[in-house]
């Protein structure tokens, strides 16, 4: 048998040991984590939604009417009213035909990319994409090629030199840089080689765009140009679940052929209903998102004043660039001695040598929360040497 303990052991002294911290209560940036009280800057909760009174009272409301399982899959007996109601709110708020709901991002990406593309096909892979893309991609069995990020001038050359069925696959906002993807030029290339193109939009969906549409909406990027749109309501939707949205033909061959869709038991529908409160609070939450950009603002030009190194994103996703695994684990470790929670993200969730804290703002924070998180910030700058 392998010896998993000397893995283990060997992690830990690499500095790639994970643990989890035991978090009481509701999720907010004051947090009880491991019995101790921190101020988190790292929840992905983007629009404070997650602990919202109205998003719990429709949770609350809906379970009478809707029981609590889901209690089968979605083609069996679980497509309960409430999740196809989810469903239609979800299409009309992104602009789209149809919308098919999962029960997590994950699965989505999984179920879209593996029933789009196939054995024979070439799926084109932005080399920072997630995780559950790439396994998507992996598990579509298609010969998977992956592109620099961001790099549309090399994906153009490598689609040209591909035949067959081409899918393009790429983060909208990408989960640990922060960045936005050159949309408007990959929709360009992608009509341009046939290409069928996917955003997975988990980062910007609730925060970017008029209404908090999205990275694709922000651009004025229509079903034509963006054909498969991926977005995730466990983040700035503060629920739970995720959705795929585009042509009705496309979202029927994903309930014929996307096994994260049909091998699973739907979601319990109340939470649907809660979702869908949710998305009339980030349809109405131009304040709060007004908010979280004067914060973004603020944490940007402060810190970098400190000699941090910060990457070019203007989102509410803001890793500071550390390198080396250890020195990321120290300076978070220092940061919580000061009553802060900020993760350190090692390898493999990011390339080898670019450990950093992945600093996340929220229209949950104040500015005071802020200022104590610049205070320790310029505390502990003279931990990563100059
Ligand atoms: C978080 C995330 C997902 C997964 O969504 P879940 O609903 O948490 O499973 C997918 N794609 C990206 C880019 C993400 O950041």
Do not use: W
């Not at 496309?250 to 739907?266: F, G, N, P």
């Not at 670019?354 to 104040?366: G, I, N």
Request: glycine share 10%.
């Amino acid at each position: 048998m392998r010896d998993f303990n000397a893995e283990l052991e060997q992690r830990k002294l690499a500095g790639l040991y994970r643990i989890r911290r035991q978090i009481a209560g509701p999720q907010q940036p004051v947090l009880t984590a491991n019995g101790k009280r921190l101020l988190s800057f790292c929840s992905n909760d983007y629009l404070g939604l997650a602990n919202h009174p109205s998003n719990i009272e429709a949770l609350r409301n809906a379970l009478p009417e809707t029981g609590l399982g889901g209690a089968a899959s979605h083609l069996i007996c679980g497509h309960h009213e409430a999740h196809h109601l989810l469903e239609e709110r979800l299409a009309a708020f992104t602009g789209r035909s149809s919308a098919l709901f999962f029960s997590t991002g994950y699965m989505a990406n999984l179920g879209a990319i593996s029933a789009l593309a196939g054995r024979g096909d070439t799926v084109f892979s932005d080399q920072l994409n997630h995780a559950s893309i790439i396994d998507g991609c992996s598990l579509s069995r298609a010969t998977v090629r992956r592109y620099p990020h961001g790099d549309v001038a090399s994906l153009a050359v490598m689609l040209a030199e591909t035949p067959g069925h081409k899918l393009v696959v790429t983060d909208g906002v990408f989960s640990m840089d922060g960045d936005v993807a050159p949309l408007r030029e990959l929709a360009d290339v992608c009509r341009a080689h046939d290409a069928l193109l996917v955003v997975d939009d988990a980062h910007g969906f609730g925060v970017l765009g008029p209404q908090g549409r999205g990275s694709v909406a922000e651009l004025g990027l229509c079903e034509a140009d963006v054909p498969v749109l991926v977005g995730t309501l466990g983040k700035a939707a503060g629920t739970s679940g995720a959705f795929v949205a585009g042509p009705v033909m496309l979202m029927d061959y994903l309930v014929q052929k996307a096994r994260t869709y049909i091998y699973t038991t739907a979601m319990p529908p109340a939470l649907a209903l809660a979702s869908c409160t949710s998305l009339e609070l980030i349809e109405q939450g131009d304040d709060r998102r007004a908010h979280l950009h004067s914060l973004i603002e603020r944490f940007r030009r402060d810190a970098a004043a400190f000699g941090y190194q910060l990457m070019p994103s203007r989102t509410p996703v803001q890793p500071i660039m550390i390198g080396g695994n250890q020195e990321a684990l120290a300076l978070s470790q220092a940061l919580e001695a000061c009553g802060l929670l900020v993760t350190a993200i090692r390898p493999p969730t990011v390339p080898e040598g670019e450990a950093r804290l992945r600093v996340t703002l929220s229209a949950a924070h104040s500015h005071d929360d802020l200022e104590c998180l610049l205070q320790a910030l310029s505390d502990c700058r003279h931990l990563l040497g100059s």
